[in-house]
């Protein structure tokens, strides 16, 4: 059903072609991201952890992953 | 010692750590094993997949902290509410530190953009704990719209120039309904303890442990310190004794007893 | 039924402190640099009672620290004496002293006249509890015509609902007094034979309606002598403190009335002489010095001539208490609206002066509003 699939977008500021259905699930395996580690936002908005398996990325996407880092 | 309450919790430490400018990730849990404290707050950036090792989640989550998320490097109140947002989403707490500086150089909070997002985050029912100026007329503002604490600076971010708003904060907390916790500037455990003296419910402190020669023992140094200030208002301190004298008597014009 | 006095108000963790406070605890109180209740009550003891000209020396340092070498004037003007009350220690409850009376509109607006010619820029209009004769129309159009020709308008008359203190607001009033009389439930319901007044719990939240209202500032006080002073000066205390803190925005101000012996033969059951009324006007301004202290003529000459500048700031003078007072040469009443200071104006600007203290008609001008 895949085959040979790929879309174009943009993720933490980068270029990135991703491969398959085009989840965000999809991209977190892709990437070898836990889950649990990140927070996601597509174009600017904040997608819920519950969410992910919903949200089917679409050609130029872009897409921010983060995490925690320190902080004041 | 009473407990600090903040957003509905309790904490027996007074002493809020931020975790940012440590050389590395170990040094910093163990400052944060040597302070006691019980909240910290972090920062969100990029996932990096070339550092993995510097989550921060795990860590800190196995140490029973109660996560802070700030809102730093948004420049207007609508990044900040996504920031505020994408920290709940992480962390799974509701507290997040309101933290809007758009000058990269002092670093001065920005008063108009933080009430904004205030406003907005306790609305979303966010435990707000916004950075803020010692201004006390904003601190009110602040409290009105349903934030948990103001934050007042004690001196810009990492100038270690100690409680230079010191007079401010006395007016802040004078009114204030809700915790008053200085925030930025502290360069000294002297500076946190009299910070307590005046009647601040807790303190933040950042750089002045993260970039002392040995941290964890500084960090323990600040615990100390702020339990020694809290005590010593619990205690009663003796008045300063300046006053005035009359030449003529005052109250001679009032007769019998 | 007696009302309930709140635990935000209970003076009870400080009375024994009241009573019975240490000199030590009296010297760290007149020097505590963000004086509260402890301070207050160690302030309101026997001992500070000892220590009396040191209060004196700190009140007068923290008066003129927030308001300079000044004094405040204004002056009262009694609109009618009509009430439907039925307070004990007062010579107007609807059962005393007939033939009552009201301002009509011309009458109202040559007293008004009458006392602008006299230099004031501050009056505070006055009526009795709520009746037909004097009701909120009746008060609004009085605060309309006054506004027109004083830089400041304050009233003093019955509880109001938050929206009726608006519309006052609005017609121009900057202030609203409004005295507990007493905080303390069983003697209030004893002093408020009948009518409205008797709602204790009505009577207390009205200072917070006033400012609710967007007042922007409420005159508070207890009648001295009702009830044991300590215990209502401490609630009075906590009262306005949480006013300030809830309604940040706005002030507050405190009075001092005490009863005096009235027509019908009330005697206060808790005298409060000179030298304690100095205590607690000390107190407050040790504790508060950033609150305005107010006197008004019920006291004697020689002793609002010694408070002057030492803890209060704010006076009325050349008051007359009877409706239509400032045009006909009126009879003075005795009790609760006796006039002890009865000098003029130029003979107490003098007074003033000699002491050092400026007179001040008009703090601020209403230009932007």
């Known amino acids: ?72 | 010692m009473n407990k600090l309450k903040l957003g509905g919790k309790e904490f027996e430490s007074r002493l809020i750590l931020g975790t940012g400018k440590f050389s590395s990730v170990e040094i910093m849990l163990e400052a944060i094993k040597a302070s006691g404290a019980e909240l910290v707050t972090v920062a969100l950036r990029r996932f990096n997949r070339d550092r993995p090792s510097d989550d921060l989640l795990g860590p800190l989550t196995r140490l029973g902290i109660t996560l802070v998320p700030n809102t730093s490097g948004a420049r207007n109140a609508a990044e900040a509410v996504r920031a505020a947002q994408l920290g709940r989403e992480l962390s799974g707490s509701s507290f997040v530190k309101v933290e809007i500086h758009p000058n990269p150089h002092h670093l001065m909070p920005d008063p108009i953009e933080t009430y904004e997002a205030s406003r907005e985050l306790a609305r979303d029912g966010f435990i707000v704990l916004p950075y803020m100026p010692a201004d006390p007329v904003l601190a009110k503002r602040l409290e009105d719209v349903g934030c948990a604490a103001v934050m007042p600076l004690g001196s810009a971010i990492g100038t270690g120039q100690g409680l230079s708003t010191a007079e401010m904060v006395k007016l802040i907390i004078a009114d204030s309904g809700i915790p008053v916790i200085v925030d930025a500037g502290l360069r000294a455990p002297s500076e946190a303890a009299a910070a307590m003296e005046m009647g601040c419910s807790a303190v933040l402190v950042n750089s002045a442990i993260a970039a002392a020669g040995h941290p964890a023992a500084m960090a323990a140094a600040f615990a100390i310190a702020v339990k020694a200030g809290y005590a010593a208002r619990q205690a009663g301190l003796m008045s300063r004794g300046d006053h005035a004298v009359a030449t003529s008597p005052l109250t001679s014009f009032l007769t019998g007893s | 039924m007696p009302g309930v006095l709140p635990s935000f108000l209970d003076p009870a963790p400080w009375l024994t402190l009241a009573r019975t406070a240490a000199p030590a605890d009296v010297r760290r109180a007149l020097n505590a640099a963000q004086p509260g209740e402890t301070e207050f009550a160690a302030l309101l003891s026997p001992a500070a009672g000892e220590l009396l000209e040191d209060m004196a020396v700190r009140a007068r340092e923290l008066t003129r620290r927030h308001f300079g070498q000044t004094l405040t004037l204004y002056i009262p003007l009694y609109l009618s004496d009509y009430c439907s009350g039925g307070c004990v220690y007062c010579g107007f409850a609807a059962d005393r002293r007939q033939p009552r009376s009201r301002l009509e509109h011309d009458e109202m607006i040559r007293e008004l006249d009458a006392i602008k010619s006299m230099g004031f820029e501050e009056v505070l209009l006055l009526t009795g509890e709520r009746t037909p004769h004097a009701d909120l129309d009746y008060l609004r159009d009085a605060v309309a015509e006054a506004s027109r020709r004083f830089a400041a308008v304050t009233v003093e008359a019955f509880p109001m609902a938050a929206e009726e203190y608006r519309s006052l607001s609005g017609a121009g009033a900057i202030g609203v007094t409004i005295y507990q009389e007493t905080y303390e439930p069983v003697q209030y319901e004893q002093m408020h034979r009948w009518g409205p007044k008797r709602d204790y719990d009505n009577r207390l939240a009205t200072p917070a309606r006033v400012l609710e209202g967007g007042m922007r500032t409420v005159g508070m006080g207890a009648l001295l002598g009702l009830s044991d002073p300590r215990f209502d000066t401490l609630c009075l205390f906590r009262h306005a403190m949480q006013l300030r803190r809830r309604y940040w925005q706005s002030g507050v101000s405190i009075s001092f009335p005490r009863v005096c012996p009235q027509e019908g033969g009330y005697i206060p059951p808790f005298p409060v002489s000179d030298r304690y009324l100095a205590q607690i006007i000390f107190a407050f301004r040790i504790c508060m010095p950033d609150v305005p202290l107010v006197l008004s003529t019920r006291e004697a000459p020689g002793f609002r001539d010694g408070m002057a500048g030492v803890g209060v700031n704010k006076m009325s003078i050349a008051s007359r208490t009877t409706v239509g007072g400032y045009q006909a040469a009126a009879e003075s009443l005795d009790g609760q609206f006796h006039v002890n200071d009865d000098r003029d104006i130029e003979s107490f600007c003098a007074m003033l002066r000699a002491k050092g203290l400026e007179p001040v008609f008009k703090n601020w001008d209403k230009v932007y509003r």
């Open chain 1, 1 to 72: 059903m895949t085959g040979a699939f790929f879309m174009n977008i943009v993720v933490n500021g980068n270029q990135h072609e991703l491969a398959g259905a085009g989840t965000l699930d999809q991209l977190l395996k892709e990437l070898e991201i836990v889950p649990e580690r990140v927070a996601i936002m597509v174009n600017d908005r904040v997608i819920p952890k519950l969410n992910r398996k919903d949200v089917a990325l679409r050609e130029g996407d872009r897409v921010e992953i983060l995490t925690f880092i320190g902080g004041g």
